[in-house]
């Protein structure tokens, strides 16, 4: 069997250079001809997995199928390609170590003194090694944090050594680096990139391509500058420059030939670029007819990040209608009965994704009621489902003390709780249901005529389920259906209220699964829907002001 080849993509001078994007893009060239790509992200951070992380510190948690919990550059490596990622594809040291040390416990070293190199490098290694299947071409890792640190000189390391052991045509060393411009100066400067690859070659790593992030184009000058100090071929100084849309950065790394040249180093003979699809898409996003604008309502809203995936299914919902997306971040904490109809009134649709936590709860509960009475086209997820689904309890079926057991432990009405709570129903034992899950959908419901299909697989992140022995009797006699469960019936997915242009709630996490060229059909739909409303709603408008002049006249 073949092994496959590799990109290494490290990182300079400061972090949030977007080497996640960088390496998702190198990908997506590589996949546009022909290839077939993995991608793997070591993380030198201590925490185990980003599961228990902060999304305020640490952004989203992405979900894979096999239900890992990893970084949020996952969610564009499977954005920009076909890779299929698993538990495998991301690792920290945390998880390296925890290895390391059960080996330890169990007597695996014989005796030996346990050492970063080489019993930790060599864990890094295996851990590359369980994505170098026979199934990919390329497999690209990204190392997180920015080289100097020293977190991850152990990343660095491992690297290194693979450079040696796969030889120069196996592997191309990709570094994403900083040109700032100093507007005292009026220049672009190459010094801290002097120094980070200085950094680089220190540790045994000489660059093959360099990915200079800059604010304006690179003159040749300078990338003559930067290709002598550096020590890399002219034709590898790429300037990475800021962009409109990440979507753009493929296209251009496609101009400058980032592809072309990591072929040949690599000796990788492959079709010509197949990137028209691709550019039809980002001219979509650039072009759109009109925009639609969607309402938020959640509880990280000042730190985009967190809703990473949430943001851009939302964008590629709006490319089959020609939609541009304008994205209200409200607050839910702050929305009460008395201000909703004044925060939520411009909104064309409303959204309230996941969370945890009780915080926002009763301003989510505001938001939806506002979105039921008024028809406002309304998308729940996870979270956003079970909040749907207490309103609809306390304010329709009567029942004022609908809750769930995360909010209220001892509430009378537990509509959602962890199915365990029942007794002698069989739990899964473990804590999160996560990963993907079947479920099989109700005919005649949005979410059965937006899939085109009666049987689904969505991704989960929650805890908490309907209740659905106890409750669903009284939801559905008042008028909500559930319209998707899991085939045994134990776990309900899906909820709808029919008498609504689109109301929708669901306890998976669609956003995970949308690319910008196949975006996810519960987002299509709720942004179609959402801009029938805006259409609607701006005619109603336009008629009340033209009987007003006309009663004026
Ligand atoms: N907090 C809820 C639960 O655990 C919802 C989780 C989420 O929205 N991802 O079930």
Request: hydrophobic content about 35%; charged content about 25%; some cysteine.
């Amino acid at each position: 069997m073949p092994k496959p080849k590799y990109i290494f993509v490290t990182g300079g001078v400061v972090s949030s250079l977007g080497k996640g994007i960088a390496a998702a893009s190198i990908a997506n060239l590589l996949e546009s001809r022909g290839l077939r790509v993995t991608l793997q992200k070591l993380d030198p951070y201590l925490n185990v997995d980003p599961g228990t992380m902060s999304p305020f510190q640490h952004g989203e948690v992405f979900v894979t199928d096999d239900g890992a919990e990893t970084d949020l550059d996952l969610g564009h490596y499977e954005r920009f390609t076909h890779a299929a990622l698993s538990k495998d594809n991301n690792a920290t040291s945390g998880r390296i170590y925890e290895r390391i040390l059960a080996k330890e416990r169990r007597g695996d070293y014989l005796g030996k003194t346990v050492q970063v190199i080489p019993h930790v490098t060599n864990e890094i290694r295996a851990q590359i090694d369980k994505v170098s299947t026979g199934d990919v071409d390329v497999v690209l890792v990204e190392i997180g944090g920015t080289v100097g640190d020293i977190e991850s000189l152990p990343f660095i390391e491992a690297i290194r050594q693979m450079r040696h052991d796969v030889g120069r045509a196996g592997c191309v060393f990709v570094h994403v680096t900083l040109v700032p411009y100093i507007a005292a100066a009026g220049e672009l400067k190459t010094k801290p990139t002097q120094h980070s690859v200085k950094e680089l070659r220190a540790l045994g790593i000489q660059p093959d391509i360099l990915l200079c992030r800059t604010e304006t184009d690179l003159s040749r000058e300078l990338r003559e500058k930067i290709a002598l100090f550096c020590d890399v071929d002219k034709r590898a100084v790429i300037a990475a420059r800021d962009v409109d849309t990440v979507y753009q950065v493929p296209v251009n790394f496609a101009e400058q030939g980032v592809d072309d040249m990591a072929l040949e180093l690599l000796r990788l003979p492959a079709e010509p670029r197949r990137l028209e699809p691709w550019k039809r898409m980002v001219e979509g996003l650039r072009n759109p007819e009109d925009k639609v604008t969607i309402g938020i309502v959640g509880k990280y809203v000042d730190y985009e990040d967190s809703y990473k995936s949430l943001k851009e299914a939302l964008l590629h919902g709006g490319l089959p209608h020609g939609l541009r997306i304008k994205i209200e971040w409200i607050e839910a904490e702050s929305i009460t009965r008395e201000t909703a109809a004044r925060q939520l009134g411009e909104c064309d649709g409303l959204l309230v994704p996941g969370g945890f936590g009780i915080r926002g709860i009763d301003g989510m509960t505001e938001a939806i009621r506002y979105a039921r009475e008024k028809k406002v086209p309304y998308f729940g997820i996870c979270l956003g489902m079970q909040t749907m689904v207490i309103e609809f309890m306390r304010n329709v079926c009567g029942i004022a003390e609908a809750h769930s057991t995360e909010f209220a432990p001892a509430a009378k009405h537990r509509v959602f709780f962890k199915l365990r709570e029942l007794k002698g129903v069989e739990d899964l034992g473990g804590t999160m249901r996560l990963g993907a899950w079947p479920c099989r959908l109700e005919a005649g419901s949005f979410a059965r005529r937006a899939y085109g299909a009666d049987k689904i697989s969505e991704r989960h992140r929650h805890r908490y389920e309907f209740n659905r022995p106890e409750y669903e009797r009284t939801l559905t006699a008042h008028g909500m259906r559930i319209t998707g469960d899991t085939p045994d019936g134990a776990y309900v997915e899906i909820c709808e209220l029919p008498d609504h242009p689109w109301y929708l709630g669901c306890q998976f996490h669609p956003e995970f699964k949308s690319k910008p060229l196949e975006p996810h059909p519960l987002f299509a739909a709720f942004i179609g829907a959402s801009y029938e409303y805006h259409r609607r709603h701006f005619r109603s408008v336009a008629e009340q002001e033209q009987k007003q002049f006309l009663r004026m006249r």
